[in-house]
């Protein structure tokens, strides 16, 4: 087992997440050989972790120790990264979003194929527990067919960092957080989307979306509300999820929740009617004791590998990736009409 | 003062609910007089609790000692009933929703223009006490200016009744909660809706919808977003809204809940990132302590006359209602918005 050597491209955040929790999970496979940034402080602190640095990005590509490097700067500049990255012969891990539309992904696939180098995003939240635990429940069906699921990620800390600010850059929630979100959806339901309809929010008044409310409707009748917020000061529920039998809800990202089922008994009484401020209501009555019953949210755990442990697959053994490409540009190709619909193209 | 002799016309849930409970409110100013219904069980109900009743609904309109009538029968047969009345010389108080569509509402009122009577809808719920904190929180502005209301009524126990199934007689949850939710907000934001998203789920068979989701922008920038579901074993609260400063839930009719504003206090310290799923988040981490605080959400009671106590004096003078036709008839106009867009036209 050969391990691959891998050079970080942008040492910030996401990229240092890399290189010091995420890669060293599969230290067998994966070997965290360099970084570089174009921030001196960022090469600094790379240095200092031990990592081997570089004058310039053809620095790294020239270096022949290199087999692959992760992209994680800025969205805008994913693309020339990428092609001369694949040209150099090394494989690519791009963070996501993978690329600023579809036309600019088209581009690198078409590259990827000629070099014959693998290319992959780190779409890494289709391994989060609470998704996994939605996931299991959709597949088993334990409260029924699911025909609605609603996926929301809320804060009140606005938009971070600087760049995510900027149009020019890729920024904005969309093109963040939503990304993951309609990744995990899309992957879920795999069913063409129907139509869609959108709303951003720039209540922060910065140029690009703080926030947007999407409605997605799957040829196969699914619904899914996916919302992204970050003038949030108190949260909805993480997730919502409405089956034909029952309703699942898991708060946040501990997992918490509850599911309810109907028990379809026999001889199940009527619902009391309930006062409902000034009226009164049968309909929105809780139903009898007996016609419900609370379940266990599952556990669940990917059936599937681990994320780096995959990717060492892929580059070594043309086994199939879980994060395909081909997903990935669904996604990019629904937020390009999400953008273009707004903006009344 | 001399009272005023209403009839109940339709003697259902929600007419004895009038005749019992709401009417009672103003004793004062509002007599039960009578009731009539079509069915003999319903007649014998009314007889029971000492109310006059009548062998046909021409022999209502034929009792001169009858000033007004209140239309609590299924939609489809407000208009007639309502013209009739009208015709016949007797003020008309009318169930929601005030007609099958905004044609049939304009014939009804160029009747009351034409006699002079009185005609007023029953939209109670703008004395609902969940709302009416909502409202004040959007008027006095707690958490800054409200740009986003969630409005949700979710139950499991499906489209209650007989009719209420059935389409010819304007059945569906549009039709029924959802008047009472589109009301409040309209009512609330007062400004033209300037577009609108609507998805109606089918979810239990039934020819109309069990529920639905809308979402409506309005022309002062406002969005709202309203959910009326029969299908939800487990519920979303009941109000959600962000305003600039903060944000408000109130979970169900018991007014409980919680209001988060930001303190904008100096030297807030940034938060801290948190594990979220696979990953660390810093956007979506809780903001640090001194960053927010908890308030109280508000008492309101209604600075508007109770809806009887105005009914009584739009009738007897010339009072202005609270519950105007105009606003009635543009939420009626939104609802046959909303069923033609899903039927395509």
Redesign the interface.
């Given at each position: 087992m050969k391990k691959i050597n891998f050079v970080i491209v942008g040492y910030g955040?996401m990229g240092s997440?890399h290189a010091n929790t995420l890669m060293p999970t599969e230290k067998e496979k994966i070997n965290v050989y360099g970084a570089y940034d174009v921030l001196p402080e960022r090469q600094a602190a790379a240095k200092e972790a031990g990592l081997k640095t570089y004058a310039s990005y053809a620095d790294v590509l020239a270096d022949t120790d290199v087999e692959a490097v992760l992209i994680a700067t800025p969205n805008d500049s994913h693309k020339d990264l990428a092609i001369a990255a694949l040209k150099a012969g090394k494989h690519v891990l791009c963070e996501k979003p993978v690329m600023m539309n579809v036309v600019e992904f088209d581009e690198v696939l078409e590259v990827a194929k000629e070099t014959g180098q693998t290319f992959m995003v780190h779409q890494?939240?289709r391994?989060?527990?609470?998704?996994l635990m939605i996931r299991k429940i959709y597949q088993d069906r334990p409260?029924g067919e699911i025909?609605?699921l609603e996926s929301r990620?809320?804060?009140?800390?606005g938009?971070?960092g600087d760049w995510r600010h900027l149009k020019e850059h890729g920024g904005g929630m969309l093109l963040?957080?939503g990304v993951h979100l309609l990744d995990q959806i899309l992957w879920l339901v795999d069913s063409p989307v129907k139509d869609f309809?959108v709303?951003f929010?720039q209540?922060l008044g910065d140029p690009v979306d703080d926030g947007f409310?999407s409605?997605l409707?799957f040829e196969n009748g699914v619904?899914a509300?996916v919302e992204v917020?970050?003038?949030?000061?108190?949260k909805?529920?993480r997730w919502?999820v409405?089956g034909?039998e029952?309703?699942?809800?898991i708060d946040d990202?501990d997992c918490q929740g509850?599911?309810?089922?109907?028990t379809r008994a026999e001889n199940v009484s009527a619902?009391t009617?309930?006062?409902?401020?000034?009226?009164?209501?049968?309909?929105?009555?809780?139903?009898s004791e007996e016609?419900?019953e609370k379940i266990d949210l599952p556990t669940a755990t990917a059936e599937y590998q681990p994320f780096y442990a995959n990717l060492y697959e892929v580059i070594r053994e043309e086994a199939t990736p879980i994060v395909k490409n081909s997903e990935v540009r669904q996604v990019l190709a629904l937020i390009d009409e999400m953008f273009a619909r707004v903006a009344g193209k």
């Open positions: 955040g997440y890494n939240r391994w989060d527990p609470d998704f409260i025909f609605q990620v809320q804060g009140a800390n938009i971070p963040d957080w309809f709303d929010s209540i409310i409605y409707t619904r509300l917020g970050t003038t949030n000061f108190t909805l529920p919502y409405k034909i029952g309703t699942a809800k990202w509850e599911m309810i089922r109907a619902p009617p309930i006062q409902a401020g000034v009226g009164l209501t049968k309909t929105m009555a809780p139903p016609a419900m």
